[in-house]
């Protein structure tokens, strides 16, 4: 709350006959010479300014940024509010629920442990893809959904009453980032304060990392870790530097036959290219007019694809549209126009701010596109698809016996496996295969696969698996979810169909697209090539893939098959999607209706037919591509104001499922000892009330080395568990069937699980073993160092008391903000991560859990300075931090142990300390930041 007002910049502006307090920019000198994003932190700091946490001198800083300078002033950033999704959402009310009794057992009130700032949930990562193609499969899963995960809403439905100014939005309702920018997002707060109504920029932080779609609507905000969403509630300001700010130009028009999934993918690649990770990017120019707010939001969504802490688009006269659209009042809007014209936060085209990087895209040059096989930036032009794929199928096949090339193609009538088909209905499809047409020899078998029906048909490398018109980025988009329907309708009306080894699902955004689909008969159309509706929530993109077709899955396994999935998404990491499927591509929703009618990768476009029609003509996809025309007639007949006032008007209801839950009443939560899904977080065991001196690191071993590129879902997975693993184990030993496994993600409120499966992920490789892929090490507390589950090798080094290290290569913790990353690496006995390079998130999130992470020297890698990770480490420096310094280097130390080769010398090197804010450092001397918050607020 602002206790100083050192430039004068409290000011009233009326809209509609009320009266606004407002925090003006331009009291402060430099303001209009700032990008829009600096414009709306600048208000915040006027408005915050307290001489302390935000001084006059942090102000005036800001006026006077340099463009070009290295980011080097800290300020304190206070979010309007905290949005979260259910899979980083539960923990953070765990760990709310245990800061309760923390404070109790350490004197204090517990209901001082309340949000400060306005935080909504929305319980969106939970559904699960079991049942589709079939019309009952949105009922099923949802059923299946509340089996599965009834204790935890029940817990979500405590907190929604335990805590205050804490809103949930139940399962079924629509995916977080959409409910986001469709309802829950005002563009302008407003809010009483200090006995008056005060006006000032939305504003949010989140504990999903697309976060940053609400970039779209001129709102600034971004992925945070659970633990900084945890603080951010509680009051903590987001400490940050003032960013560089890259200036992205648009011009020109996006041209026919190219969607907005292919503009994001393109701005993907050449913001990947660029290098933006730590700064805001900002898009300007007389193109930006043109682009559709459900663009910008698909544009702003994938900013950690670009690697980007914000994508802004700026408020203008697009954004009101969209207000009104989507059901806001009158009054909401005016005050959005009002309050933007009046702080110098209106988009003028005309007027270029200063920018720190400068880069352009002409959006009549944009070509359509995919992702894949494995990484969002690693974009393909369509028209290659066919070719790449060719060579990209080499890295993930084995070697066959023989090169004889047989031809496999064949023409036979054969019906839909009965978890994916269409009632009643037989299809035509000719059966490609890689062999077949050139492609590469050294593959595995193909398959022979028979349906329950008795049909059969051949599965080879590349085949399509798995299509899923699924995530945030794509559902909120009426043009691209359309043009999927069209593509679905003028399909079926030629009489083609999904290949009968593809699952299809359909995972809508918000109930608002069911009633477009609904109203313009679209429905029908993706239904009867196969796309059922599975659920409204992440579904495919998170991993809550489900099974695939049981006999599919069966030959993939039996011939360690390399088969594809082709979603329209953000996320397309190793591992991610299926456990079944090792290359995953993003397409836009038309493309992956088509590649499910493709049934192949093995698959050119251009001059591959999709099948014939009733006259024995071959139908390509041009033929069933609509037109920009045909897509904007539906929007403009199927779209209206009425849609969105009638789906959010109950948004916080839900179901009777929902309401029905039996809740818990008071103020500290009653756990259940034998539940597997809610558990009492262990980070305040034995706390004292004052933190403990930094110690050095000594005695180190490595649990894991690793490459470049491994993200947060090689950390922390949030699909599949496998009964085999450390996690199966424990949840078969607490009675748990296989079947109710569920996913990581959903048992994030069980650190039991989740310690468990840390650095679990089926794709993760650990350099200290050769050709393993999952969750293994060495362990160096048995003789000879046998390879063994990381879980249980931290469970011995944790008994001998052996502080343990992690080496690892560039972008380290890449992808979801995902807190169990940190809190996992924590939990097994990490206190140091030693990488090439960071992204953002998971860098502090580490900080935040009392891990430091630490870079080599710029050039150098783990394999540069010879570490093979049998090394015993040491870290000296680190006990600075006592003397209120924070060391930019400490020294590390890796001697050679029993276990490294013969021959191997001692390894010395100065590590530079990511500790990057004084705040950051305050968190790691009190152990992490849950903790200094509960000791602040004792």
Not at 74 to 97: H, K, N, S, W, Y
Not at 180 to 197: F, M, W
Not at 307 to 323: C, E, H, K, R
Not at 666 to 692: I, L, Q
Request: aromatic share 8%; hydrophobic share 35%.
């Amino acid at each position: 709350m602002s206790t100083v007002n050192s430039f004068g910049a409290q000011s009233t502006l009326s809209v509609g006959g009320t009266d606004y307090e407002i925090y003006r920019i331009d009291a402060v000198e430099g303001y209009e010479k700032l990008p829009f994003s600096l414009k709306v932190l600048l208000e915040n700091q006027l408005r915050t300014e307290d001489g302390a946490n935000v001084t006059s001198e942090q102000i005036t800083a800001l006026g006077q940024w340099d463009a070009n300078a290295e980011p080097n002033t800290e300020i304190q950033f206070t979010p309007a509010r905290v949005v979260m999704q259910d899979f980083t959402g539960v923990p953070c009310i765990v760990d709310l629920a245990t800061m309760r009794e923390a404070v109790t057992a350490l004197g204090g009130d517990p209901n001082k442990i309340n949000p400060l700032s306005p935080a909504e949930m929305v319980i969106d990562h939970s559904v699960i893809a079991d049942l589709f193609g079939r019309p009952d499969a949105l009922e099923r899963n949802v059923e299946i959904e509340y089996e599965r995960n009834g204790e935890r809403y029940q817990f979500l439905r405590w907190g929604q009453t335990a805590f205050d100014d804490f809103k949930v939005v139940p399962p079924g309702t629509g995916i977080v980032h959409q409910v986001n920018i469709e309802h829950l997002a005002k563009v302008i707060y407003d809010r009483p304060a200090n006995g008056v109504l005060r006006a000032y920029p939305d504003t949010c932080v989140g504990t999903d990392s697309h976060t940053t779609m609400v970039n779209g609507l001129g709102v600034l905000g971004w992925g945070v870790g659970g633990i900084e969403a945890e603080a951010a509630m509680l009051g903590q300001p987001v400490s940050m530097l003032i960013p560089r700010v890259v200036g992205f130009k648009l011009t020109g028009d996006i041209p026919a036959g190219v969607t907005a999934t292919d503009v994001v993918l393109t701005i993907t690649d050449m913001l990947r290219k660029h290098g933006v990770v730590g700064k805001f990017v900002e898009f300007y120019g007389e193109g930006v007019g043109s682009v559709p707010l459900a663009n910008r939001a698909t544009i702003g969504n994938m900013s950690p694809e670009f690697g980007s802490t914000a994508a802004m688009f700026p408020i203008d006269d697009v954004t009101l549209d969209y207000l009104r659209l989507t059901g806001r009042d009158e009054q909401a809007v005016a005050l959005v126009e009002a309050y933007a014209k009046e702080q110098h936060l209106w988009h003028d085209p005309s007027v270029e701010p200063v920018f720190s990087e400068y880069l352009e895209l002409d959006l009549s040059t944009v070509v359509p596109s995919i992702a894949g096989p494995k990484r969002p930036q690693d974009r393909i032009l369509l028209s290659d698809a066919k070719s790449q794929f060719e060579k990209d199928i080499e890295n993930y096949v084995s070697p066959r016996a023989t090169e004889d090339v047989v031809d496999l193609e064949s023409d036979e009538s054969f019906p839909a496996s009965d978890a994916g088909s269409v009632p009643g209905e037989e299809h035509e499809h000719k059966v490609s295969h890689l062999l077949s047409s050139g492609g590469p020899a050294n593959a595995s078998t193909p398959s022979l696969v028979t349906t329950p029906e008795g049909q059969t048909y051949e599965l080879d490398n590349g085949a399509v698996t798995l299509a899923a018109i699924t995530s945030c980025t794509n559902t909120s988009n009426p043009s691209v979810m359309i043009a999927a329907g069209l593509v679905a309708r003028k399909a079926a009306e030629k009489g083609l169909t999904r290949k009968p080894w593809v699952k299809t699902t359909l995972g809508p955004g918000s109930k608002v697209v069911t009633d477009y689909y609904e109203k313009s008969g679209l429905d029908k159309d993706l239904e009867q090539i196969g796309f059922y509706t599975v659920g409204y929530g992440c579904t495919i993109c998170i991993g809550n893939s489900g099974p695939m077709i049981e006999e599919v899955s069966e030959a993939i396994n039996a011939n360690d098959l390399a088969v594809t999935a082709v979603l329209s998404g953000n996320r397309n990491f190793e591992g991610r999607i299926s456990p079944d499927v090792k290359m995953n591509y993003l397409a836009s929703p038309p493309l992956v209706v088509a590649y499910a009618l493709a049934g192949s990768m093995h698959f050119d476009f251009e001059t591959d037919s999709l099948g014939t029609d009733a006259e024995g003509n071959e139908v390509f996809l041009k033929d069933i591509w609509p037109s920009p025309d045909e897509v904007q007639e539906i929007i403009d007949t199927s779209i209206s104001r009425e849609q969105f006032i009638e789906q959010y008007k109950t948004v916080f209801d839900g179901d009777d499922r929902w309401r029905n839950l039996p809740t818990p009443e008071g103020s500290v939560f009653e756990w259940n000892e034998d539940s597997t899904y809610v558990r009492k977080a262990p980070y305040f065991d034995g706390m004292p009330a004052e933190p403990e001196a930094v110690t050095d690191i000594t005695g180190a071993r490595v649990l894991a080395k690793l490459g470049d590129s491994v993200t947060t879902d090689h950390i922390s997975p949030a699909g599949a568990i496998k009964a085999d693993t450390p996690a199966g184990q424990y949840l078969t030993s607490h009675g748990i069937d296989r079947k109710n496994f569920n996913s990581y993600g959903s048992r994030r409120g069980n650190h039991e699980v989740m310690i468990r499966g840390t650095f679990a992920n089926i794709r993760l490789r650990n350099q200290l073993l050769d050709n393993v892929e999952g969750g293994y090490t060495r362990d160096f507390t048995q003789e000879g160092g046998p390879q063994s589950f990381i879980y249980d090798a931290s469970q011995n080094y944790q008994a001998e008391n052996t502080p343990l290290v992690i080496l690892g290569g560039k972008e380290y913790g890449s992808g979801s903000s995902r807190d169990w990353a940190a809190k996992g690496t924590s939990l097994l006995g990490v206190g140091a991560v030693i990488t090439e390079s960071f992204e953002r998130i998971h860098r502090s999130n580490l900080i935040g859990m009392g891990v430091v992470p630490l870079q080599f020297p710029a050039g150098e890698s783990a394999d540069s300075l010879g570490l093979d990770g049998t090394e015993v480490f040491s870290i000296e420096g680190l006990t600075e931090l006592n003397n209120g310094v924070t060391p930019k280097t400490v020294h590390v130390t890796a001697q050679p142990s029993e276990h490294s080769p013969a021959g191997k010398q001692t390894v010395e090197f100065d590590a530079v300390v990511r500790i990057d804010t004084p705040g950051e450092a305050d968190y790691y001397r009190n152990g992490g930041i849950l903790q200094y918050v509960l000791r602040s607020l004792v």
